[in-house]
């Protein structure tokens, strides 16, 4: 007998059910497609890239190209007037092939390469962050006429992956490398922070901005005319916990912009997982179930190395599952693992899912960002295909 997932039995506020309904046509249509694949929805994502930045003033939208670089979806929202932040040769090239003009490019990378800089350079890309004087020794060598924002480090707690261990600096470093910039010749255009990926917190962003307040003042004092304040990413999207709505976050960030920057700046906005995390679901089997000891062990098609690696960093997927009849439909926990062979490879423990038979199909939702675009072969598991719908 055929299985299929139960619509019904979708947990309440799952908020991705025309996504879920997508893919699960998808595959009633295809049955025979081979998993694991990754189902992306364009329509969720084109929601998004409406939402997104609506409610902030004056807000320019620069999708963050790492959380997902497919060229459709980079196309789409090329189509859309958004602009993209970058980091790499190989993120610009993918763009400029799709004819965007090098004034729809940021790079907030405060680390570059040498011939990162130089490419994007002779493209024509202007705007830059920078958080050490070696960055501005490198800008000032090999690309003069560019500006920079300063990267402030800012609190992250709440975020499910922090970002600010990594980069930036504190307030007084912050004043005195904008001013470095400045003798060498570059120009100081900015302030930018990170308040954490997946930040669940919206307390983040008012302790992020009264900061960044502090040290705009600073450095209006210190007769530099800053004009640009770059929000970063860190919307989150829902994976088993409700989180809070982007309209609520942009509102109060709104607010506090109004009450403590000056009315006529320019604000960029960098998304990455906000925009395309919640519009990806992989589809998955199982290979095989063990129990050891007292473990239970689910293996399916896509793991640690080839797509959920953000699950070692304790993003949580929610998972369904197809299985269902009186013995192998039991509810249990699960360790669920990856193909490879590496013990590395456990993407998540306490899984609560019913016994499944070989073969039986699983969907992992919020798989958009930050999935395919980590996955490496090895162990000869392929990167799944993604398929946009
Ligand atoms: C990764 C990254 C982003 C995107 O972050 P999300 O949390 O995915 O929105 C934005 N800006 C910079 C500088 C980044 O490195």
């Known amino acids: 007998m055929k299985k299929r997932f139960d619509l019904s039995a979708i947990p309440p506020g799952i908020n ?58 980079l196309a789409m929202l090329h189509g859309m007037g958004l602009g993209f932040e970058i980091a790499s040769g190989g993120e610009l090239r993918g763009l400029l092939e799709l004819g965007v003009p090098p004034e729809k490019i940021i790079s907030s990378n405060p680390m570059k390469t040498e011939k990162f800089i130089a490419e994007a350079a002779s493209a024509g890309v202007t705007h830059f962050s920078f958080d050490s004087r070696d960055e501005i020794d490198k800008l000032a060598r090999l690309h003069p006429s560019c ?47 990170h308040v954490g990926s997946q930040c669940t917190n919206p307390y983040n962003w008012d302790m992020a901005l009264s900061k960044a307040a502090r040290l705009w ?20 999207i829902r994976y088993t916990k409700d989180v809070a709505e982007i309209e609520t976050i942009e509102r109060r960030v ?35 179930t063990a129990c050891r000891i007292d473990e239970n062990w689910m293996y399916v098609d896509v793991g640690v190395f080839n797509g959920l690696m953000e699950g070692v960093g304790g993003i949580r997927y929610t998972w369904l599952s197809e299985s269902s009849g009186p013995v192998t439909g ?38 958009g960002a930050y999935t395919t675009c980590y996955a490496s072969e090895f162990n000869g598991f392929s990167i799944p295909k993604t398929i946009l719908l």
């Open 330 to 367: 039991q509810m249990k926990e699960w360790t669920l693992s990856g193909p490879s062979c590496d013990s590395f490879d456990v993407i998540d423990k306490g899984v609560r899912l019913p016994h499944p038979e070989v073969g039986d199909r699983m969907l992992v939702l919020g798989c």
């Open 254 to 288: 709104d607010e506090q912009l109004a009450r403590l920057f000056p009315p006529d700046i320019r604000i960029f906005i960098e998304p990455g997982r906000g925009m395309v995390g919640d519009a990806g679901i992989f589809v998955t089997s199982v290979h095989g």
């Open 147 to 193: 500006g920079v924002y300063i990267r402030l480090t800012v609190p992250n707690e709440g975020s499910e992956w922090p970002l600010s261990r990594k980069f930036g600096v504190e307030t007084e470093e912050a004043l005195a490398l904008l001013i470095y910039a400045r003798e060498k010749g570059i120009r100081p255009l900015g302030i930018t922070f």
């Open 16 to 73: 991705v059910r025309s996504t879920i309904k997508k893919c699960l046509d998808f595959m009633n249509a295809h049955p025979d497609e081979p998993t694991p694949y990754l189902v992306m929805d364009k329509d969720r994502i084109a929601r998004k890239a409406r939402l997104i930045g609506r409610n902030i003033r004056r807000a320019e939208v620069y999708y963050a190209v790492k959380a997902n670089t497919h060229p459709e979806i």
């Open 217 to 236: 003042e600073m450095a209006r004092d210190a007769g530099l005319e800053l004009s640009i304040l770059n929000l970063g990413g860190g919307y989150p």
